[in-house]
């Protein structure tokens, strides 16, 4: 009796070491993994719990607190916007045709996201400057760039359209394209066969692709500063003021800023996975 | 009805040159060739759907080469059958009529008939992800029909379904063919598909069209090598024909000579149908038939018919039932006797 509790104990905990030793990639690979979550979770965290909610509250009552997330906000919407109407079709190109110089141009894409925001933000001033000519042109019609709401948004889309671009190119090479044939044979033109077939059937990408570059876009800083630091965005507004009054002066905007840009993103992720599902 | 005239299209691995064709209106017409002949290629080319180098394409009497591919009334169904997976199957069929100037009454008429004529009228609702093979196959040919085409494309439209589905789906595909008087360009590469379906075939293969003819025709003629080792003829042997004094048209397989019926004179292929060999244990007397001794080296079961291998040394491939290999009592290294007629043999 007593022999054989000992027994299963023994057993028990040799076949505890065994489970351990069958399992050492996953086990190391979690391990790993939770450094750096945690590496992204608490910094966040601290951050996000930092502040009162008074002192937040306080903050949402200064106007020009109110006035730079809100610019933030709907920049990057516009941003987006833009980067939809222009990018979509160039993705749906990409995606749909073999050409010399394919691979140069699809490394073009990718460039805005390598190279430092702030020379991205100088190179666009060196087209859309007053005194150049993406400046002129659009100087005829009223629009400037420089120190004003359009060089905001102009400094979006370049160093974020690349992500909606790969997301939309992504998802319509996914779209079979026996399914665009079918449809033209029943009789759809290829305006049609866009719009019914292969835009709803990439839509999930594309709106992926969105979400990804309407955040990029918010957390814009660089560029940004170069075209266009007043009105102040709010990543604008932090930098202000951290120069001016220190780390303790900026807490609470920050965190509201990241409050601002989560709850947002947190919907639209939710919206996407609906998507998923249905 | 619908033709090609020297139609030149890049079919990927080969190109397909000058290739002339023509379906006559309510045929059933087969296009058989071997996985990789570029037998989608060549469907979507006469849709409109892939770039054609050079020819022309007729339908009805009119040049169709450069219209669009919307406008030329050919219904397509796609071996995976390429239901549209964000639309009901409603909604599929649905998507044809739409793009017509049809009255609502028009378009629900259109849809009841096919539903009925399909029988699919419980999988309306459905989302093409949750169907059978069979039943996204339906819903395949009554979208392609809803337009109410000239002719339906149908590319490889069996190969998916499991051996059982098949045979039914395959009498099905005829019997609609049939009863809607419905031109019908159906490409496989499964002869016995071929056989049981085509008012005429086409063999595609190596960058031309190799063969046209009816089935027969390509069964019991084939036309080259090719059509011959597609049409699993399974005795093909090449050699010297030549006339014998005693014993007629001659021809050497392989240092083994056969007597033949031909005109043909000099280095040429031959085939010979296994059905057509007759097995013995004793030797059978008859001027026409060519009657070889050789030792069996292979029995492969094949169901209810086996494939016997002798070899005189000259390979042949014959065809026995079950029963007669039994009665026989036929194994491995056995000697026997091969018979066959002279005018089973066919020189090409």
């Given at each position: 009796?007593?022999?054989?509790?000992?027994?299963?104990?023994?057993?028990?905990?040799?076949?505890?070491?065994?489970?351990?030793?069958?399992?050492?990639?996953?086990?190391?690979?979690?391990?790993?993994?939770?450094?750096?979550?945690?590496?992204?979770?608490?910094?966040?965290?601290?951050?996000?719990?930092?502040?009162?909610?008074?002192?937040?509250?306080?903050?949402?009552?200064?106007?020009?607190?109110?006035?730079?997330?809100?610019?933030?906000?709907?920049?990057?919407?516009?941003?987006?916007?833009?980067?939809?109407?222009?990018?979509?079709?160039?993705?749906?190109?990409?995606?749909?045709?073999?050409?010399?110089?394919?691979?140069?141009?699809?490394?073009?894409?990718?460039?805005?996201?390598?190279?430092?925001?702030?020379?991205?933000?100088?190179?666009?001033?060196?087209?859309?400057?007053?005194?150049?000519?993406?400046?002129?042109?659009?100087?005829?019609?009223?629009?400037s760039f420089v120190q004003e709401i359009?060089g905001i948004?102009?400094?979006?889309?370049?160093?974020?359209?690349?992500?909606?671009?790969?997301?939309?190119?992504?998802?319509?090479?996914?779209?079979?394209?026996?399914?665009?044939?079918?449809?033209?044979?029943?009789?759809?033109?290829?305006?049609?066969?866009?719009?019914?077939?292969?835009?709803?059937?990439?839509?999930?990408?594309?709106?992926?692709?969105?979400?990804?570059?309407?955040?990029?876009?918010?957390?814009?800083?660089?560029?940004?500063?170069?075209l266009t630091s007043s009105p102040?965005?709010?990543?604008?507004?932090?930098?202000?003021?951290?120069?001016?009054?220190?780390?303790?002066?900026?807490?609470?905007?920050?965190?509201?800023?990241?409050?601002?840009?989560?709850?947002?993103?947190?919907?639209?992720?939710?919206?996407?996975?609906?998507?998923?599902?249905? | 009805?619908?033709?090609?005239?020297?139609?030149?299209?890049?079919?990927?691995?080969?190109?397909?040159?000058?290739?002339?064709?023509?379906?006559?209106?309510?045929?059933?017409?087969?296009?058989?060739?071997?996985?990789?002949?570029?037998?989608?290629?060549?469907?979507?080319?006469?849709?409109?759907?892939?770039?054609?180098?050079?020819?022309?394409?007729?339908?009805?009497?009119?040049?169709?080469?450069?219209?669009?591919?919307?406008?030329?009334?050919?219904?397509?169904?796609?071996?995976?059958?390429?239901?549209?997976?964000?639309?009901?199957?409603?909604?599929?069929?649905?998507?044809?009529?739409?793009?017509?100037?049809?009255?609502?009454?028009?378009?629900?008429?259109?849809?009841?008939?096919?539903?009925?004529?399909?029988?699919?009228?419980?999988?309306?609702?459905?989302?093409?992800?949750?169907?059978?093979?069979?039943?996204?196959?339906?819903?395949?040919?009554?979208?392609?029909?809803?337009?109410?085409?000239?002719?339906?494309?149908?590319?490889?439209?069996?190969?998916?379904?499991?051996?059982?589905?098949?045979?039914?789906?395959?009498?099905?595909?005829?019997?609609?063919?049939?009863?809607?008087?419905?031109?019908?360009?159906?490409?496989?590469?499964?002869?016995?598909?071929?056989?049981?379906?085509?008012?005429?075939?086409?063999?595609?293969?190596?960058?031309?069209?190799?063969?046209?003819?009816?089935?027969?025709?390509?069964?019991?003629?084939?036309?080259?090598?090719?059509?011959?080792?597609?049409?699993?003829?399974?005795?093909?042997?090449?050699?010297?024909?030549?006339?014998?004094?005693?014993?007629?048209?001659?021809?050497?397989?392989?240092?083994?000579?056969?007597?033949?019926?031909?005109?043909?004179?000099?280095?040429?292929?031959?085939?010979?149908?296994?059905?057509?060999?007759?097995?013995?244990?004793?030797?059978?007397?008859?001027?026409?038939?060519?009657?070889?001794?050789?030792?069996?080296?292979?029995?492969?079961?094949?169901?209810?018919?086996?494939?016997?291998?002798?070899?005189?040394?000259?390979?042949?491939?014959?065809?026995?039932?079950?029963?007669?290999?039994?009665?026989?009592?036929?194994?491995?290294?056995?000697?026997?006797?091969?018979?066959?007629?002279?005018?089973?043999?066919?020189?090409?």
């Open positions: 009796m007593v022999s054989s509790e000992r027994l299963k104990k023994r057993y028990s905990l040799r076949d505890a070491l065994r489970w351990i030793v069958q399992r050492r990639l996953t086990l190391t690979f979690f391990l790993l993994g939770m450094v750096i979550l945690l590496f992204i979770f608490i910094p966040l965290a601290k951050i996000l719990f930092s502040s009162g909610a008074g002192e937040l509250w306080s903050q949402l009552l200064d106007s020009d607190v109110r006035n730079s997330i809100w610019l933030s906000v709907y920049t990057a919407l516009i941003a987006t916007a833009v980067g939809l109407i222009f990018g979509v079709p160039l993705a749906y190109f990409l995606a749909r045709h073999e050409f010399p110089g394919k691979r140069v141009i699809e490394s073009l894409i990718e460039v805005p996201i390598v190279v430092p925001h702030i020379a991205a933000g100088i190179a666009l001033l060196f087209v859309f400057g007053k005194l150049h000519f993406g400046g002129k042109i659009f100087d005829a019609f009223g629009i359009p948004i102009i400094a979006m889309v370049f160093v974020s359209v690349p992500f909606l671009i790969n997301s939309a190119k992504q998802g319509f090479e996914e779209v079979d394209v026996r399914l665009e044939k079918v449809a033209r044979t029943l009789g759809a033109s290829p305006w049609q066969t866009f719009f019914r077939i292969s835009l709803p059937l990439a839509r999930r990408s594309i709106f992926g692709g969105s979400i990804m570059m309407w955040a990029r876009s918010i957390s814009e800083f660089g560029a940004v500063l170069v102040p965005i709010a990543s604008i507004l932090v930098y202000r003021g951290l120069e001016m009054y220190g780390i303790d002066y900026v807490l609470p905007l920050v965190t509201l800023l990241m409050i601002t840009c989560l709850v947002i993103f947190v919907f639209l992720r939710i919206l996407y996975y609906r998507g998923k599902r249905a | 009805m619908i033709g090609i005239k020297g139609l030149t299209v890049d079919l990927g691995d080969f190109i397909l040159k000058g290739a002339d064709l023509r379906v006559e209106k309510g045929e059933y017409f087969i296009i058989l060739g071997p996985t990789g002949a570029g037998k989608t290629v060549l469907l979507e080319a006469i849709a409109g759907l892939h770039p054609v180098r050079s020819g022309e394409i007729w339908m009805g009497g009119k040049d169709i080469t450069k219209l669009e591919p919307e406008k030329r009334g050919i219904g397509f169904v796609y071996q995976d059958y390429a239901l549209f997976p964000h639309l009901s199957v409603k909604d599929n069929i649905l998507f044809g009529l739409k793009r017509r100037k049809h009255t609502k009454k028009e378009t629900a008429e259109a849809l009841e008939w096919l539903v009925g004529l399909l029988q699919i009228k419980h999988l309306l609702e459905r989302k093409p992800g949750t169907l059978s093979g069979g039943e996204a196959q339906k819903v395949s040919l009554a979208r392609a029909l809803s337009t109410n085409p000239e002719v339906v494309f149908l590319d490889e439209p069996l190969s998916a379904l499991d051996p059982e589905q098949r045979e039914r789906v395959q009498r099905e595909l005829r019997d609609i063919q049939r009863r809607l008087g419905q031109t019908f360009v159906h490409v496989t590469h499964d002869f016995e598909e071929a056989v049981a379906l085509g008012d005429r075939i086409a063999v595609l293969g190596e960058g031309r069209i190799v063969q046209v003819g009816t089935p027969e025709e390509v069964f019991r003629q084939p036309n080259s090598e090719f059509v011959a080792r597609f049409a699993m003829t399974r005795n093909i042997y090449s050699g010297e024909v030549r006339d014998d004094s005693s014993r007629g048209t001659v021809m050497d397989i392989g240092g083994v000579e056969v007597e033949v019926i031909t005109e043909l004179r000099g280095s040429l292929h031959a085939s010979l149908r296994p059905e057509d060999i007759l097995l013995s244990r004793e030797a059978l007397v008859s001027s026409a038939r060519n009657s070889l001794v050789g030792t069996i080296t292979k029995v492969e079961d094949r169901g209810p018919t086996i494939n016997v291998t002798v070899s005189t040394p000259v390979d042949f491939v014959c065809l026995v039932t079950r029963r007669s290999l039994e009665e026989l009592g036929l194994v491995e290294g056995d000697e026997v006797h091969v018979a066959f007629k002279a005018s089973a043999v066919h020189i090409f």
